[in-house]
C-alpha cells in the first residue's frame, strides 16, 4: 500500500474528493472482482500478475540447447519469481530446470557445454550450483560465498575464478564502548559510515580477485592490493586473468585493464590513460583482448568504444571510431577475426558483427526491450561457438520472448503471453519531431484500443529517466494501460538521449532540465497537430530525469492540466550533498561545485521556479531511494503547499528508485497506475 499525506486546509475540500475518488475506485474495482464479470477486453493493471518475460538468453557453445531466465509476478507474495528454463533449439521443447517454485537464475555454460552454472534460493539462501545435462541432476559447489561475484570457469573447467569485496579494516569506535553487562538487552551500537553510495551509508573496501577449485574447496586468494579489482576472465591457457578496475575510487569513469598471473597474482597494467577502459575479453586464439574505453574529454557522457589490444606489442586501436553509437556489448566470433557488438540507434537495439578492420554488418535491429515497465531500448543476447545467436526479441505489442538468428534466418524460440492475443491493445505509430535549431527528435504515441482519428483526445506526456538512456516501439504494460483509460500516450526521445550521437547526448551538459523541456513541448505541439489530441486536455509524468522535466515544465507552462512527479531532484545543492551520487554528480553535470555558485545550481533547479507553477501537481516517492532521496519530492511538496497549489505526496513503502527490481512490488506498481490515473482523471476536461 501506498501512505498519503494530507495538504494544506486550503486544498482539503478538494484533494479531499480526488483522494475519496480514489478509494472509491478502489473500491468499486474490489466489489467487480468479487461479482467476477466476463474479462475485459482491454488491458487491466491486476494483469500484471500475468505477464511474463524473458531474459538471460544463454546459448550452448554448440548452440543447441538455450537457457533462459523467466520472470513472473508471484500474486500470493507480490513478489518477482525467477526461474531457468531449457529450450531444445531445433525443436523448440522447454522444461523447467529445477521444480516448481525454486527460484532459480544467472544461468551460465561451463566451457564444456555440457554443464550449466546457476544461482538458486533454497531454504531462503542463495547457493551455488552446477547441473549436468547428461545426468540431469545438480550438484552444489561448497565454499563459493555468497558475495562472489563475475563467476568464470578456466578453459578446462577445473578452476573458477570469482571477485569478491573485502571491506577495509575496522576503525575503533570513536570514544570507545561501554561494558556491556551480560544478559543484557541495549540498544544496537552506533554506526560509523565510511562511506556513502547509491544504497545508502556503506562499508568502504575494494574488490579482490580469488580462485578455488570447480568441484568446490577453499578459496585462493590470488591479488592483494588496494585496486577496485572485479570482471576476471581467464587466457586460453588458463595461465592468466583479464581484469578491470578504478585506481581512484572517487573518480570512477577512470577505469583501466590489467593483466594478473593465476600463480602468483603479480599485476600488469594494459592500459593507463585518462578515461575509462574496461571489460576485457580475450580472443579464443589468446592473441588479442577486445574491451570498451574512451579517452575523457571533458563531457558528460562518452561513446564507449571497441578496442582490440594485440597482447605481444601491447598496441590498440578501435574498431568503431566510424560509428556514433555508444558499444554496450560484445562477444569474440569462434575464429577471433570478429566480434558481434550491440549498439542502440535512434530507439532501436542493434545486433551487429564487426571484422578487425572495422566493417560492420547488421544482424537484426529486433533486439528488445527486456521487461514490460517502460519501452527502453535494450535487452540481451549470446552467441553459440558455431555462430547461433540468442536474443531477447522486442515488439510492440508483447513483452520479451527470445528469438535466435541461424544461417541468417530469424525464427521466434520462445513465445511468452500468448493470452495477449485475446487483448485489444493500444497501436504505436512513429511521430518525427522538429526540435529548437532544426533538432531532430524521435517521438512515438500509443492510441487506444478503440481508437477513432475522428475524435480528440486527452494526452499523458511520458519523458524517460537518465537523461542518458532511449525509449523505443516497444511494449511497455503502464503506457497501455493509460491508454486503455481513453489517452493517447506521447514519449520523446529528447535531448540527452543515447541512440542520436555523442552530440546529442551532451547537449544536457550543465543545463539539464532546459534543452530536454524545448524538445518535449516541440513533441506536444506535433501530437497536437495531428488533431486528434485535445490541446486543452494534456497532462505530463515522468521519474527519475524525467521526473526532473516534468518538475522543470509545470514551473515553466501552465499549458498542462495535472502532472505527475516520481523519484526526482527539485533542488540540485540539496541533492548533491545527500545522495549516492554525489562522488561524480557536481563535477560531470554541473561542471563546479555547489559552494562555488550556489546561484548557478538554483537557477537550475525545479524549485526556483515554483512561484510560476499553477498546475495540480502529484508527487511519489520510494521511501528507500538513495540515489534521490525522498527529502527531494518532500521539498517540492511543501512548497506546493505553501503556494495553495493542489497536490498530493505518496510514499512507496520499501520501494527503491525508479521503480528498481530489487524493490519491485506488483501491487505497488499497479497501484501507482490507479493512483496517476485518478489524479489525471480528476482534473481531466470532460
Given at each position: 500500500?501506498?501512505i498519503?499525506r494530507?495538504?494544506?486546509?486550503?486544498?482539503?475540500?478538494?484533494?479531499?474528493?480526488?483522494?475519496?475518488?480514489?478509494?472509491?475506485?478502489w473500491?468499486?474495482?474490489?466489489?467487480?472482482?468479487?461479482?467476477?464479470?466476463?474479462?475485459?477486453?482491454?488491458l487491466?493493471?491486476?494483469?500484471?500478475f500475468?505477464?511474463e518475460?524473458?531474459?538471460?538468453?544463454?546459448?550452448?557453445?554448440?548452440?543447441?540447447t538455450?537457457?533462459?531466465t523467466?520472470v513472473?509476478?508471484?500474486?500470493k507474495?507480490?513478489?518477482?519469481r525467477r526461474?531457468?528454463?531449457?529450450?531444445?533449439?531445433?525443436t523448440?521443447?522447454q522444461?523447467?530446470?529445477?521444480?516448481?517454485?525454486?527460484?532459480?537464475y544467472?544461468?551460465?555454460w561451463?566451457?564444456?557445454?555440457t554443464?550449466?552454472a546457476?544461482w538458486?534460493?533454497?531454504d531462503?539462501k542463495?547457493?551455488?550450483?552446477?547441473?549436468?545435462l547428461?545426468?540431469?541432476?545438480?550438484?552444489?559447489?561448497?565454499?563459493l560465498?555468497n558475495?562472489?561475484?563475475?563467476?568464470n570457469?578456466?578453459?578446462d573447467?577445473?578452476?573458477?575464478?570469482?571477485s569478491m569485496?573485502?571491506?577495509?579494516?575496522?576503525t575503533?569506535p570513536?570514544?570507545?564502548s561501554?561494558?556491556?553487562?551480560?544478559?543484557?538487552?541495549?540498544?544496537?551500537a552506533?554506526?560509523?559510515a565510511?562511506?556513502?553510495?547509491?544504497?545508502?551509508?556503506?562499508t568502504?573496501?575494494?574488490?579482490?580477485?580469488?580462485v578455488?577449485?570447480a568441484?568446490g574447496g577453499?578459496?585462493?586468494?590470488?591479488?592483494?592490493?588496494?585496486l577496485?579489482?572485479w570482471g576476471?576472465?581467464w587466457?586460453p591457457d588458463?595461465?592468466?586473468l583479464?581484469?578491470?578496475?578504478?585506481?581512484?575510487?572517487?573518480?570512477q569513469?577512470?577505469q583501466?585493464?590489467?593483466?594478473?598471473?593465476?600463480?602468483?597474482?603479480?599485476?600488469k597494467?594494459?592500459?593507463?590513460?585518462?578515461?575509462?577502459?574496461?571489460?576485457p575479453?580475450?580472443?579464443?586464439?589468446?592473441s588479442?583482448?577486445?574491451y570498451?574505453?574512451?579517452?575523457?574529454r571533458?563531457?558528460?557522457f562518452?561513446?564507449a568504444?571497441l578496442?582490440?589490444?594485440e597482447?605481444a606489442?601491447?598496441?590498440?586501436r578501435?574498431?568503431?571510431?566510424?560509428?556514433?553509437?555508444?558499444i554496450?556489448?560484445f562477444?569474440w566470433a569462434?575464429?577471433?577475426?570478429?566480434?558481434?557488438?550491440h549498439?542502440?540507434?535512434?530507439?532501436?537495439?542493434?545486433?551487429?558483427?564487426v571484422?578487425?578492420?572495422?566493417?560492420?554488418s547488421?544482424?537484426t535491429d529486433?533486439l528488445?526491450?527486456?521487461?514490460?515497465?517502460?519501452p527502453?531500448?535494450?535487452?540481451?543476447?549470446s552467441?553459440a561457438?558455431?555462430?547461433?545467436?540468442?536474443?531477447?526479441?522486442?515488439?510492440?505489442?508483447r513483452?520479451?520472448?527470445?528469438?535466435?538468428?541461424?544461417?541468417g534466418?530469424?525464427r521466434?524460440?520462445?513465445?511468452l503471453?500468448?493470452?495477449l492475443?485475446?487483448?485489444?491493445?493500444?497501436?504505436i505509430?512513429?511521430l518525427?519531431?522538429?526540435?529548437?535549431?532544426?533538432?531532430?527528435?524521435d517521438?512515438?504515441?500509443?492510441t487506444?484500443?478503440?481508437?477513432?482519428?475522428?475524435?480528440k483526445?486527452?494526452?499523458?506526456v511520458?519523458?524517460?529517466?537518465?537523461p542518458?538512456?532511449?525509449?523505443g516501439?516497444?511494449?511497455?504494460?503502464r503506457?497501455?494501460l493509460?491508454?486503455?483509460?481513453?489517452?493517447?500516450?506521447l514519449?520523446?526521445n529528447?535531448?540527452?538521449?543515447?541512440?542520436?550521437g555523442e552530440t546529442?547526448?551532451?547537449?544536457?551538459?550543465h543545463?539539464?532540465a532546459q534543452?530536454q523541456?524545448?524538445?518535449?513541448?516541440s513533441?506536444?505541439?506535433?501530437?497536437?497537430?495531428?488533431?486528434f489530441?485535445?490541446?486543452?486536455?494534456?497532462?505530463?509524468?515522468?521519474?527519475?530525469?524525467?521526473g526532473l522535466?516534468?518538475?522543470?515544465?509545470v514551473?515553466?507552462t501552465?499549458?498542462?492540466r495535472?502532472?505527475?512527479?516520481?523519484?526526482t531532484i527539485?533542488n540540485?545543492?540539496?541533492s548533491?550533498l545527500?545522495s549516492?551520487?554525489?562522488?561524480w554528480?557536481?563535477?560531470?553535470?554541473?561542471?563546479?561545485?555547489?559552494?562555488?555558485?550556489?546561484q548557478?545550481?538554483?537557477?537550475r533547479s525545479?524549485?526556483?521556479?515554483?512561484?510560476?507553477v499553477?498546475t495540480?501537481?502529484?508527487?511519489?516517492?520510494?521511501?528507500?531511494?538513495?540515489t534521490?532521496p525522498?527529502?527531494?519530492?518532500?521539498?517540492?511538496?511543501a512548497?506546493?503547499?505553501l503556494?495553495?497549489?493542489p497536490?498530493?505526496?505518496i510514499?512507496?513503502?520499501?520501494?527503491?528508485?525508479d521503480?528498481?527490481?530489487?524493490?519491485?512490488?506488483?501491487?505497488?506498481?499497479a497501484?501507482?497506475?490507479?493512483?496517476?490515473?485518478a489524479?489525471?482523471?480528476r482534473?481531466?476536461k470532460?
Amino acid at each position: 500500500m501506498f501512505i498519503f499525506r494530507n495538504i494544506v486546509p486550503a486544498c482539503q475540500g478538494r484533494i479531499g474528493r480526488v483522494l475519496f475518488g480514489i478509494i472509491l475506485s478502489w473500491s468499486a474495482a474490489a466489489a467487480t472482482a468479487q461479482n467476477a464479470p466476463a474479462p475485459s477486453r482491454h488491458l487491466q493493471p491486476m494483469d500484471i500478475f500475468s505477464l511474463e518475460f524473458a531474459e538471460d538468453p544463454l546459448i550452448s557453445p554448440d548452440g543447441r540447447t538455450l537457457a533462459y531466465t523467466r520472470v513472473t509476478n508471484d500474486i500470493k507474495t507480490d513478489h518477482m519469481r525467477r526461474s531457468i528454463w531449457l529450450v531444445d533449439t531445433t525443436t523448440g521443447e522447454q522444461r523447467l530446470l529445477l521444480a516448481a517454485g525454486v527460484q532459480s537464475y544467472a544461468p551460465k555454460w561451463l566451457p564444456d557445454g555440457t554443464r550449466l552454472a546457476y544461482w538458486a534460493n533454497v531454504d531462503g539462501k542463495d547457493q551455488f550450483y552446477v547441473y549436468s545435462l547428461r545426468d540431469q541432476s545438480s550438484m552444489q559447489i561448497p565454499g563459493l560465498p555468497n558475495s562472489a561475484g563475475s563467476i568464470n570457469w578456466s578453459p578446462d573447467g577445473r578452476s573458477i575464478a570469482f571477485s569478491m569485496f573485502i571491506p577495509d579494516p575496522a576503525t575503533p569506535p570513536l570514544g570507545g564502548s561501554l561494558p556491556k553487562p551480560e544478559g543484557a538487552e541495549w540498544a544496537p551500537a552506533l554506526e560509523q559510515a565510511t562511506a556513502f553510495g547509491a544504497f545508502g551509508a556503506s562499508t568502504s573496501g575494494h574488490g579482490e580477485i580469488f580462485v578455488m577449485p570447480a568441484e568446490g574447496g577453499t578459496p585462493r586468494q590470488v591479488t592483494h592490493g588496494k585496486l577496485d579489482l572485479w570482471g576476471a576472465k581467464w587466457s586460453p591457457d588458463g595461465r592468466y586473468l583479464f581484469v578491470s578496475a578504478t585506481p581512484n575510487e572517487r573518480v570512477q569513469e577512470e577505469q583501466e585493464i590489467y593483466q594478473v598471473r593465476v600463480a602468483d597474482g603479480t599485476i600488469k597494467d594494459l592500459t593507463h590513460r585518462k578515461g575509462a577502459d574496461r571489460y576485457p575479453l580475450i580472443s579464443p586464439d589468446g592473441s588479442k583482448i577486445a574491451y570498451y574505453g574512451y579517452e575523457e574529454r571533458g563531457l558528460v557522457f562518452h561513446h564507449a568504444h571497441l578496442y582490440v589490444m594485440e597482447l605481444a606489442s601491447g598496441t590498440a586501436r578501435s574498431l568503431t571510431t566510424g560509428l556514433d553509437q555508444d558499444i554496450r556489448g560484445f562477444k569474440w566470433a569462434a575464429d577471433s577475426k570478429r566480434l558481434y557488438v550491440h549498439y542502440n540507434e535512434r530507439g532501436l537495439a542493434k545486433l551487429s558483427t564487426v571484422t578487425l578492420d572495422g566493417k560492420i554488418s547488421e544482424l537484426t535491429d529486433k533486439l528488445g526491450v527486456w521487461g514490460f515497465d517502460d519501452p527502453w531500448s535494450a535487452g540481451y543476447w549470446s552467441v553459440a561457438d558455431n555462430g547461433v545467436v540468442a536474443f531477447t526479441n522486442g515488439s510492440p505489442d508483447r513483452p520479451s520472448d527470445i528469438s535466435i538468428i541461424r544461417n541468417g534466418k530469424v525464427r521466434r524460440l520462445v513465445a511468452l503471453n500468448d493470452w495477449l492475443q485475446g487483448k485489444t491493445i493500444g497501436k504505436i505509430r512513429y511521430l518525427p519531431v522538429s526540435g529548437p535549431n532544426g533538432r531532430k527528435v524521435d517521438a512515438w504515441l500509443i492510441t487506444p484500443p478503440d481508437f477513432d482519428p475522428s475524435r480528440k483526445y486527452p494526452l499523458i506526456v511520458k519523458i524517460h529517466g537518465g537523461p542518458h538512456a532511449s525509449y523505443g516501439p516497444f511494449f511497455s504494460l503502464r503506457l497501455q494501460l493509460w491508454a486503455a483509460a481513453g489517452y493517447v500516450v506521447l514519449y520523446p526521445n529528447q535531448s540527452g538521449s543515447t541512440s542520436y550521437g555523442e552530440t546529442f547526448a551532451n547537449l544536457v551538459m550543465h543545463n539539464i532540465a532546459q534543452p530536454q523541456y524545448e524538445d518535449v513541448m516541440s513533441a506536444v505541439d506535433a501530437v497536437v497537430a495531428t488533431g486528434f489530441v485535445d490541446p486543452d486536455n494534456l497532462f505530463i509524468t515522468g521519474s527519475s530525469n524525467g521526473g526532473l522535466v516534468t518538475a522543470w515544465a509545470v514551473g515553466k507552462t501552465n499549458r498542462f492540466r495535472a502532472a505527475v512527479v516520481q523519484s526526482t531532484i527539485i533542488n540540485y545543492t540539496s541533492s548533491t550533498l545527500t545522495s549516492g551520487t554525489y562522488t561524480w554528480y557536481p563535477r560531470l553535470y554541473m561542471g563546479k561545485m555547489p559552494w562555488e555558485d550556489p546561484q548557478y545550481y538554483w537557477q537550475r533547479s525545479p524549485l526556483s521556479l515554483v512561484g510560476n507553477v499553477s498546475t495540480p501537481t502529484l508527487l511519489f516517492t520510494g521511501t528507500e531511494d538513495h540515489t534521490v532521496p525522498p527529502t527531494e519530492v518532500e521539498q517540492f511538496y511543501a512548497a506546493l503547499q505553501l503556494r495553495n497549489i493542489p497536490t498530493m505526496l505518496i510514499r512507496g513503502p520499501g520501494m527503491g528508485h525508479d521503480w528498481d527490481y530489487g524493490s519491485f512490488r506488483g501491487s505497488q506498481y499497479a497501484a501507482l497506475i490507479n493512483v496517476t490515473l485518478a489524479w489525471f482523471d480528476r482534473y481531466r476536461k470532460k
